[in-house]
């Protein structure tokens, strides 16, 4: 992944000192701000990839931040972090024009997997490429086909889906909530293992009698799809 | 004193006031218009005897002519009585009759007339009478008349008739009402002073029925049923603040442990990273527990009305089917599915969805060990409203818990050994009461049938939630176990 350019807008200092240093580590570029007010300031340049912006915020709430952003024409992505995380939080959230949201206590791969993911979607608006490939797996998305080393596996509708977005994702770590969202569209706690018992499935087709697999699990964070071991 | 100005002050005492005011005027009314229509028919009758005594002059006068009439006159006059005479000569001497003189102001001619006169041998005209004035040839003046005395004693026994019934109707009803006053205020006092004792903790406490079936036993009684409920709402409380402190120390202790234990024996960055890692996981299951009575809390207050919109249930049934399938086949078992066609009602996918999460999750869980057990998910039109169906052939629910088992943290004994946390039927059941409807636990003969029924249209999502708390679930632990990673 190459390096992203991060604005934290958290009040919490010790919460946005973590983030920032959890990032740096990351080897990516974060700024703290401390309040809405300079948070929507520094925002305004325009010069980061993504933003964390706290919903609640002295001076001028995230939302608030957020959907004035919006108003100058600011789209950078904008990922709310919020100690509330219900369902309708979650909605308002994304009506003020957030692009995804996190509730508070959340894992940092977590986060981290959410912000690679928007921090992407900027990186350009390269169209929408109709077939994906990950050393020789083969995902056609016009025509429904899915090739590996030539030849060509069947698989269930949803299959087709979750490995779409893993594609669409290679080489980023993908979290099970993310996978619940966007391929099943529900936002809550997958729980149990649902998500890992469709992910084995999928990785029995696709990896069968590879030496090296393509399908990986990230201990502690959720799965990538990615060309060669480590 | 006091006790008089309470007894005055009450409702029973008031009512009573204002009948005996009421009851008062209307006897007043009756007696007056008893007393004008006597007086009526009193006039009346004198006005007839008058004209018979005219029509009998008249008749002896034109027999005799004024001799006759004074001889007649002069009979009469002797004997004492209620009738009036006099002639006088046109210069206004008597010549005849009882009455000294002349009332003056007399009109002429044959109106009847009622007016104050003199009787002779008296000295002020103080008589009252009703009387006809007539003249005839040769100046002389005829006046026949009706003493008034008897009218008078008539109004006098009707007004005191009126005065007494009055007295004894206020001192009946005061009386009554004080009686009946103090009859409820002593039931009232009954029922407060047992109200005083519940209100100082006596829970048990019951208010006191007399038996009679009447509005303060009626009161009484459904104060009683409003108690009895308060009574079980309390002691759900104290459960599930005694199984949140159990539930949430387990896992807070084990946690501790943990980073004690690295902290005392791991020798290597591997072990720290181990216990670093198993310690995450724990306060992962931690936190789910939080979010899951938080939205239980949540959708019990009817927090997430705002965000309801038109949703096909049979859409969702079939998601959450299709999700659970492969785990299904892990346990050897298989989901099927039999949705209807235009399931669709007013609420919330997001919720529905892990509501139907949580049943499917627990069928499989208990429901479904043996290989090729079958667990159904059917959603179905079910009168006005909807029904979505998990059912499993398992073990099932013994009757006698299944009102339990709704409640949070509760957990059945063949459920304690695996993970779970006891929320998840908790919150199917907050799911369907936030919708306007129910979580129905049934015997699926063998097995566990649990019904969602939801109306159509949710009306009235945002009232307070009307079914028990308690009684709606089952001790199947709900899947808010520890994500396996």
New interface residues.
Partial sequence: MREMRILVVEDDSEAGAYLVKAFREQGHVADHAADGLEGYAAAAEGRYDVLIIDRMLPKLDGLSLISGLREQKIDTPALILSAL????DR?RGLRAGGDDYVSK?Y?FSELLARVEALARRRGGPKQEETVYRVGDLELDRLAHKVVSAGQEIVLQP?EFRLLEYLMKHAGQVVT?TMLLENV?D?????????I???IS?LRAKIDKGRETPLLHTI??AGYMIREGAR | MKALVRLFRTTAFKLSLAYLVLFGIGAALVLTRVQINVEDLFDEQTAQTIDADIRGLAEQYSEGGIRQLVEVIERRVRTPGASLYLVTTFSGELVVGNIAELPPDLPDGSELVEARYQRRGEATAHHRAMMRLFQLPGGFRLLVGHDLQDRKLLRGILRRALVASLFWLIAIGTLGGIIVARRILARLDKLSASARRIMSGDLDQRLPLMGADDELDRLAGNLNAMLERIEQLMAGLREVSDNIAHDLKTPLTRLRNRADAALRSASTTEHYRDAL?DM?EE??GL??IF?AL??IA?AEAG??S??MGEVDAARVAA?IA???E??AE?HGARIELATAEGLTFRG????L??AL?NLV?NALKYGANEPGAVVRVAARRAGDGIEIEISDRGPGIATKDRDRVIGRFVRLENARSRPGSGLGLSLAAAVARLHGGALRIEDNEPGLRVVVALPATCADATRPPSAPVAPLATGFAA???P???
């Fill in positions: 995380g219900q369902v309708d909605v206590p894992a949803r099970r099943w529900y936002h809550f706690d997958p729980q149990t293992n649902v890992d018992v469709h499935r201990r502690g | 890692n995450i306060s992962d936190i789910r979010d938080l939205m949540r927090y997430c705002d965000f998601d299709e999700m659970y492969p785990v892990e919330n996918r997001e919720l969805g892990q999460v999750d899947g808010t176990s994500r396996a990673r």
